[in-house]
């Protein structure tokens, strides 16, 4: 059985990188272990940022608000995160990283790191800063709040 996948969508970068993309969640689903990467992506949020309202939060990363709850609620029984009243604005939750936060942060990054060298294993490190730079500009390209990133 010949399985190879059509030459013509492999000339398209979007088709290439749509399963490159595939396998690269799939890898980083695996690799967080007993994190989502929404926890993951809220603990590197509030690690890059600060203590931050709820909303804000998840307007940052696009999140649904009903969802970043879900999570804020997993990751605060875990002791990940706190959740306070702000002091400026009682209407708000303000949220901080814990120490053991960052802890599981560190954890979980270091197990990204081992999934995306399986992921990018045929490339070189100069080829890896390549894709990467040229990734990020493109992303940048269709949202603007990526602007810096590579």
């Not at 190879?4 to 979007?14: D, E, N, Q, V």
């Not at 967080?32 to 590197?44: E, F, M, N, P, S």
Request: hydrophobic share 40%.
């Amino acid at each position: 059985m010949d399985d190879r996948l059509p030459p013509r969508l492999l000339a398209r970068p979007a088709y290439v990188l749509s399963l490159l993309g595939r396998n690269a969640r799939a890898g980083s689903v695996a690799a967080v272990g007993d994190l989502r990467l929404g926890h993951v992506a809220v603990l590197a949020a509030l690690e890059d940022f600060g203590p931050q309202a709820q909303r804000t939060l998840g307007a940052r990363l696009r999140q649904d608000p009903s969802d970043v709850v879900g999570l804020l609620d997993d990751l605060q029984a875990r002791g990940l995160i706190t959740r306070e009243r702000d002091p400026e604005d009682r209407r708000r939750h303000r949220v901080a990283i814990t120490a053991s936060g960052r802890r599981a942060l560190k954890a979980a990054e270091r197990r990204l790191d081992r999934a995306e060298s399986e992921l990018l294993g045929s490339l070189s490190a100069s080829e890896r800063a390549t894709l990467h730079r040229l990734a990020a500009k493109a992303l940048a390209g269709v949202d603007p709040r990526a602007q810096g990133a590579g």
